[in-house]
């Protein structure tokens, strides 16, 4: 379900702002297909800090660990990648779901090559698909969801903040419905 309190124009913006505070460039340079390693020069501690900015003003936690440890964790060890620390070719299937189809990924890459994939624009899709999961209630019982800022939102009728599956346990589930329909891993 479509979260329509925030729209994918906010979202945008907010990366980039994060990006911005985050890596000291100004906004309005920031294209949203960037690699934000190779083009705006983060390091993984700047992943953190572009994370907790984004989490402060829509009210979420994304994931805080990679895909592919994840799929490693769910799915077993050396499902994902190698003993050469090379991906797979189920992981760089299940990259491309994530990045996109066009995405230059191939089974054999090295794994840390991957994070020079995460661009503004996968940031913004990884804040808009939790934000989708906007419960059809509130915990009182009221659905009158309202936004005042466009960003966070909450009840109209208790004003508690809405509360958001995080984003590693949707990442999770993620995994296992690809796999249940794809079966893009072998699992012993
Ligand atoms: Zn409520």
New binding site residues.
Partial sequence: MANPHVTRERIDQEVRAALATTLRIEADTIEMEQSIINDLGATSIDFLDINFRLEQVFGIQLASQLLLDHVEEELGEGTAIDRDNKITAGAAALLKEQFGPDAPIDAGMYADEIPAFVTAGSIATAVEKILDHLADA???G?SEWKSEDGAKVV?G??G?EAVYPDGDELTKGWIHDVQREKQLFAVS
């Fill in positions: 509130c915990t009182c009221a009840c009728a208790c508690a």
